[in-house]
Structures are given as C-alpha cells and as structure tokens.
C-alpha cells in the first residue's frame, strides 16, 4: 500500500521518472549505428523478460485481453515507424515530433470518446507541453521536401503513440494485474520482431548483435521498466496528464543530446524547453 500521502501525489513523479528512463534507452539506441540491431536486441530483452514475468504473475482478467492484443498489433507498427524514422532523419528532430504530437490526440481522445473532461489547467498544460515539444523539432526552420517521407514516419509514430496510450491506459484498468497486462503485450509482439529482424538479415544477424549486446539489452530493460511505470500511473490517473508529464523525456533526451553527443542546444531549443517545464508546472498543479 501507497502512505497516506495519496496516489495523486506520487504519479507525476514516477511519469517524470519513466520519462528519465526512456530519454536513456533511446540515447543507448541511438548511439548504435545499426538501429536495425538495436530494436532487435531490445525485444530479445522485452522477450525474455516478459518470459519470466507471465509465470510470477496473475492472468490478467477477461475483459483486458481484446486491449493486450490491439496493444500488441499497435506496438509493433509502433517499433517499425519509429525504426523507420530513426533510418531516414536526424535522431533531435525524429524524437519531439514523434513524442510531441502524442499528448494533444490523447487528450482529445480521452475527453471526447472516454468521457474523460480536462479541467482548464490540465488543458492549458497539455496544449503548453506539446507546443513546447513541436517547438523543439522545428527549431532549424521548415522542413525541406528530402526531409518529408522522414517527417511522415515520425508523425506516423505519434499518431500510434496517441493510440496505444489510449488503449493501454483503458485495458490496464480493466487487468486488474498491471504487471500481468504488461507481460503478457510484451510477450505476443516481441518475438514478431525478433522474426521480422531475422527474416530481413539472415543467419548474419547473430553475429550483427555482439557488438552492441549489452547496450541494447540494457536499453530494452530499461524501456520495459518505464512503460510498466506508465501504465500503472495510467491506471490511478488522467490519461492526458500522464501522456503530457512522460513526452517530457525530450527534454532529457535534449540534455543526453547536448552533453554526450555533442549537440548544438540553441535559443530556440532553450526557449521550447522553458515552454515545456511551464506546462508540466500546470499539470503538476492540475494533478494535485
């Protein structure tokens, strides 16, 4: 049992902590050169661990399976856009337009489908967020036409991000097991992957993951632990804010970008990044 200080008090913390988190496994994913090898390496590791999770843990109830298996299907065209993305354009603009158009179709999503009403703070907070997100990927100026099919894939990632969190937030409360619904989403679509990475590079593969083996099994872990976090906060509170509080992993992934990567941090950047901290203000207040 949570103190008596409340669940309320506790979920913005653990999002912004999950968002720490998956700013890192991205940063691991990126550093590979062969991104191919790192989503890969990434679902041996959702495989495994999930493996070993679905034999500790509850079933999750009846009514959360038809939510596991769209997660599922959702997650894998997830990987493959994001993938996709990564191959084709810069890693500092991919990441906020993927992560930054999510908050505001869940937010819409959730306060006209699930009957979930946004207060004015949470709205102003969401909207504060994301514009400060969108900011962030635009900040050399408009797109140039090479950069479009790129620009499409990561809008494409966001649109399915907006869905699965949707989706996982609904199908975790039905699960009566967050862990359990975890586990077994992780379980039917990583090893499709893993078959998809196979089929598309042969027995030369195995020899492909060595050399990135503890990277990307560390990435993947990591990203198993901060989805769990989501989810669960998912389930104790409202889906907008929690999808606003964890796209602030762009800010870290900014700060990872700037001081070990080298990347240049501008005005623009700065400025968005202000944007973004203000809105998660809003949201913190909104939340408590």
């Given at each position: ?172 409360r039905e699960s009566g097991t967050v862990v359990g619904y975890l586990a077994w ?100 207040v909104a939340h408590a």
């Open positions: 049992m949570l103190p008596a200080i409340g669940v309320g008090a506790v979920v913005p913390a653990a999002v912004l902590g999950a968002a720490v988190m998956h700013a890192t496994w991205n940063a691991l994913a990126h550093g590979m050169k062969d991104k191919l090898v790192g989503f890969t390496l990434m679902n041996i590791a959702y495989t495994a661990c999930s493996a070993v999770l679905v034999c500790l843990v509850p079933l999750p109830h009846a009514a959360a399976w038809p939510y596991i298996a769209a997660s599922a299907v959702l997650h894998v065209a997830y990987q493959a856009l994001l993938l996709r993305a990564y191959e084709l354009g810069d890693f500092g603009q991919m990441y906020p337009i993927a992560r930054g158009t999510a908050p505001l179709l869940v937010a819409v999503v959730s306060a006209t489908v699930l009957a979930e009403p946004l207060s004015p703070g949470t709205a102003a907070g969401v909207l504060v967020v994301s514009c400060g997100l969108v900011g962030l990927a635009f900040e050399d100026g408009l797109p140039r036409r090479a950069q479009l099919p790129a620009l499409g894939a990561a809008a494409g990632t966001g649109v399915v991000i907006a869905a699965y969190t949707v989706v996982d937030g609904t199908g975790g989403m992780f379980l039917c679509h990583a090893p499709l992957l893993i078959l998809s990475a196979r089929a598309r590079r042969g027995r030369a593969l195995a020899g492909q993951l060595r050399p990135a083996l503890v990277p990307g099994l560390v990435g993947g872990v990591l990203s198993l632990i901060a989805y769990g976090v989501v989810i669960w906060a998912q389930t104790h509170g409202n889906l907008a804010t929690v999808a606003a509080l964890r796209e602030t992993s762009i800010l870290f992934a900014a700060v990872i970008g700037t001081v070990v990567f080298r990347e240049r941090l501008g005005y623009l950047r700065l400025t968005a990044g202000a944007a973004v901290l203000t809105g998660v203000a809003v949201l913190a």
